[in-house]
């Protein structure tokens, strides 16, 4: 069903301003220490403090993700932990599954998808349990590693169209259990493929009216200097406690996916 209703863009008050100032701090942080785009934060406080409507949400936090990702990934690839042509691979598929998730995005129910969203998000906390990645694991490409790499990115780009997240929350978890990286290597190598999908997704959702252009910029401002502080306290923390950590976030994610997928459940898409 085609949606068209208009988003309801909020009134700049001083709320307006702290909020998001206060939603880029958070997810500045969340975004260093767990290698994501920030927007599984992002989409949920500007719904929350700000009363955006989610698809409104979904479109200003891609463009925040922008300046998150890249502080994220100069930060990460100081400590030699970006794979840089395995995030390429992703971030070519991810620029064109983000064109068809923009496009998809007032056309579709993201219920489903949300419910679909929350039960891969528990299988990965299960399987954070059973697989304790290597900080010496090193990305081994080959053509088959390749093309695996280029569907994941189409996957993601679609995803992160649709719900408004960079796409990390699907990559770092996938890259450490089925590709075999280090967890360091799956996060710094997620946030660079996060920034050209994010930006792919902002030119769609511009051309479509779902972005708050100064929403985004004063939370990517803000995230932009607590990213560094996540990406350091990534290198403190050992592998096993990285895990439970990621687990923990992913539980959080899964219950407000759960809880939004619940309240819209009799609402038309």
């Given at each position: 069903?085609?949606?068209?209703?208009?988003?309801?863009?909020?009134?700049?008050?001083?709320?307006?301003?702290?909020?998001?100032?206060?939603?880029?701090?958070?997810?500045?942080?969340?975004?260093?220490?767990?290698?994501?785009?920030?927007?599984?934060?992002?989409?949920?406080?500007?719904?929350?403090?700000?009363?955006f409507d989610?698809?409104?949400?979904?479109?200003?936090?891609?463009?925040?993700?922008?300046?998150?990702?890249?502080?994220?990934?100069?930060?990460?690839?100081?400590?030699?932990?970006?794979?840089?042509?395995?995030?390429?691979?992703?971030?070519?598929?991810?620029?064109?599954?983000?064109?068809?998730?923009?496009?998809?995005?007032?056309?579709?129910?993201?219920?489903?998808?949300?419910?679909?969203?929350?039960?891969?998000?528990?299988?990965?906390?299960?399987?954070?349990?059973?697989?304790?990645?290597?900080?010496?694991?090193?990305?081994?490409?080959?053509?088959?590693?390749?093309?695996?790499?280029?569907?994941?990115?189409?996957?993601?780009?679609?995803?992160?169209?649709?719900?408004?997240?960079g796409?990390?929350?699907?990559?770092?978890?996938?890259?450490?259990?089925?590709?075999?990286?280090?967890?360091?290597?799956?996060k710094?190598?997620?946030?660079l493929?996060?920034?050209?999908?994010?930006?792919?997704?902002?030119?769609?959702?511009?051309?479509?009216?779902?972005?708050?252009?100064?929403?985004?910029?004063?939370?990517?401002?803000a995230?932009?200097?607590?990213?560094?502080?996540?990406?350091?306290?990534?290198e403190?923390?050992?592998?096993?406690?990285?895990?439970?950590?990621?687990?923990?976030?992913?539980?959080?994610?899964a219950?407000?996916?759960?809880?939004?997928?619940?309240?819209?459940?009799?609402?038309?898409?």
């Amino acid at each position: 069903m085609l949606v068209t209703d208009e988003p309801t863009v909020p009134t700049r008050t001083p709320r307006y301003v702290v909020a998001c100032i206060g939603i880029g701090l958070i997810a500045g942080l969340m975004s260093g220490l767990f290698g994501v785009g920030g927007g599984t934060v992002i989409v949920p406080l500007l719904v929350l403090l700000l009363r955006f409507d989610q698809r409104y949400a979904a479109g200003t936090s891609l463009a925040a993700v922008v300046p998150t990702a890249t502080i994220g990934v100069i930060s990460y690839s100081v400590h030699g932990a970006v794979a840089w042509i395995p995030a390429l691979i992703l971030a070519v598929g991810a620029v064109l599954g983000a064109q068809i998730g923009t496009w998809l995005l007032p056309r579709v129910s993201v219920a489903a998808l949300r419910w679909g969203f929350v039960v891969f998000i528990a299988a990965v906390i299960v399987s954070l349990f059973l697989v304790i990645p290597s900080r010496d694991a090193q990305f081994e490409l080959t053509w088959l590693s390749g093309s695996g790499l280029a569907v994941l990115g189409v996957i993601t780009g679609v995803l992160a169209g649709l719900l408004g997240v960079g796409g990390g929350i699907i990559v770092v978890p996938i890259l450490m259990l089925v590709f075999g990286t280090s967890d360091l290597v799956a996060k710094g190598t997620s946030l660079l493929m996060v920034i050209p999908t994010a930006i792919s997704g902002t030119v769609g959702n511009l051309k479509r009216g779902n972005v708050d252009l100064i929403a985004a910029a004063l939370v990517g401002l803000a995230a932009c200097t607590t990213t560094a502080l996540g990406a350091w306290l990534a290198e403190l923390v050992d592998p096993a406690t990285a895990n439970i950590l990621f687990a923990v976030f992913l539980a959080v994610i899964a219950v407000q996916m759960g809880m939004r997928a619940w309240r819209g459940r009799r609402r038309p898409a």
